[in-house]
């Protein structure tokens, strides 16, 4: 197969994906989403497979590198931007301070992962010391993502229960001003 | 910074395609290289200099 080829069948897919999961949306199915983008990740790497000349190189690499870092930058200033205005508008709405803080613990993610893997790619992937260094990425992820779980469980919410809205735990907010149905 | 990959392309009867197939890397960056816009690794400017048959030195020229 060829490069060509190769991105014109990648394209179509990320179309197809990109439909199915605007529709799963709608119809509020998350395990068609799930399936599609398992079976597709699963056909793009089996179909890079196929292609004989060189998919990436140096150049591309480097270009990535260069677009990922600015790409982060960015990203960054516009979720902290945002967060500091949904935070301080939260008294309007209750329902900002969760997105703000989902935008936040966004980007602390994506900075503790951007630094981790900068710190093992300039350094620690040339010691023997790496295999540590992984062993310790493991156990934090897993304690950010009991944490993250606990923190958007819904534990701490308000539940709609006979057209009245119920505290379900300790909701840091007021309980929502949309009618309960 | 300054290339004679072009001229010693010509000299081996050389397309950028078979070019990048020889040193792995894509066509573009070819174009790249010969137009003097992107700066190779040592790895692949040795390459490219071990597959045209001349050395670094002689194939990048480098401003001062």
């Known amino acids: 197969m060829t490069l060509k080829k190769y991105q014109?069948?990648?394209?179509?897919?990320?179309?197809?994906?990109?439909?199915?999961?605007?529709?799963?949306i709608?119809?509020?199915?998350?395990?068609?989403?799930?399936?599609?983008?398992?079976i597709s990740s699963l056909g793009l790497i089996w179909l890079r497979r196929q292609v004989k000349e060189v998919v990436a190189d140096e150049?591309?690499?480097?270009?990535?590198?260069?677009?990922?870092?600015?790409?982060?930058?960015?990203y960054s200033w516009i979720t902290v931007v945002a967060m500091?205005?949904?935070?301080?508008?939260?008294?309007?709405?209750?329902?900002?301070?969760?997105?703000?803080m989902t935008l936040a613990y966004s980007t602390c993610l994506l900075m503790v992962i951007y630094s981790f893997i900068y710190k093992f790619?300039?350094?620690?992937?040339?010691?023997?010391?790496?295999n540590k260094f992984l062993f310790i990425i493991v156990v934090l992820s897993i304690?950010?993502?009991?944490?993250?779980?606990?923190?958007?469980?819904?534990?701490?919410?308000?539940?709609?229960?006979?057209?009245?809205?119920?505290?379900?735990?300790?909701?840091?907010?007021?309980?929502?001003?949309?009618?309960?149905? | 910074m300054q290339t004679k990959i072009k001229e010693y392309r010509a000299k081996l009867n050389l397309t950028q395609d078979q070019l990048a197939n020889l040193v792995n890397v894509r066509r573009e960056t070819i174009v790249f290289l010969e137009q003097g816009k992107y700066n190779p690794s040592l790895k692949l400017a040795h390459d490219v200099a071990n597959t045209l048959k001349t050395s670094i030195d002689n194939l990048f020229i480098f401003d001062k």
């Open chain 1, 59 to 74: 150049r591309d690499y480097s270009n990535a590198g260069k677009s990922a870092s600015l790409a982060i930058q960015i």
């Open chain 1, 143 to 181: 304690i950010f993502g009991v944490f993250t779980l606990r923190l958007f469980s819904g534990e701490d919410n308000w539940v709609c229960q006979n057209g009245q809205w119920v505290k379900h735990g300790a909701p840091s907010f007021d309980a929502p001003k949309s009618i309960c149905k």
């Open chain 1, 121 to 130: 790619q300039n350094k620690i992937k040339f010691t023997p010391s790496k």
């Open chain 1, 26 to 38: 709608i119809y509020q199915n998350y395990l068609i989403p799930l399936i599609t983008l398992i």
């Open chain 1, 84 to 100: 500091f205005v949904l935070y301080s508008f939260k008294d309007l709405n209750p329902s900002y301070e969760p997105i703000a």
């Open chain 1, 8 to 24: 014109q069948i990648k394209l179509v897919i990320i179309v197809i994906i990109s439909i199915i999961f605007s529709q799963a």
